[in-house]
């Protein structure tokens, strides 16, 4: 068992991020894991995930606030615990549009190993 207390969560760089606080609850600096890694990302105000593929699966829950999501041209207004799946390569943006911060759980999977 691997407990991350979220006061003691390593924060990380994302990169492509603008006013978004990154902290890492499960995988990599916060302990292995085998198939994903969680995060938990705080979108200020005009806080911003430019376009760019996801790198691999990825799924987003928003726990708090309101996010805009663009994918395949079409804009999204995210609330809370609405979710969204992107495969991997899928090209997405993120937009924090409101006047209040927005709380976002991400779980993305490792690089699966060649052969697998």
Excluded: C
């Excluded at 995988?27 to 994903?36: I, K, P, Y």
């Amino acid at each position: 068992m691997n407990v991350t207390r979220v006061s003691q969560a390593p924060e990380y760089v994302a990169a492509l991020h603008r006013d978004v606080l990154t902290l890492r609850l499960q995988g990599h600096e916060a302990g292995h894991t085998e198939r994903f890694w969680v995060g938990l990302s705080t979108y200020q105000p005009g806080g911003i995930a430019e376009k760019a593929s996801a790198r691999e699966e990825t799924v987003y829950v928003v726990l708090d606030g309101e996010l805009v999501v663009t994918a395949e041209g079409t804009e999204t207004v995210l609330g809370r615990l609405d979710s969204v799946h992107f495969a991997k390569g899928e090209v997405r943006s993120l937009e924090n549009r409101s006047g209040r911060p927005a709380m976002l759980l991400v779980a993305i999977a490792h690089p699966q190993e060649a052969g697998a």
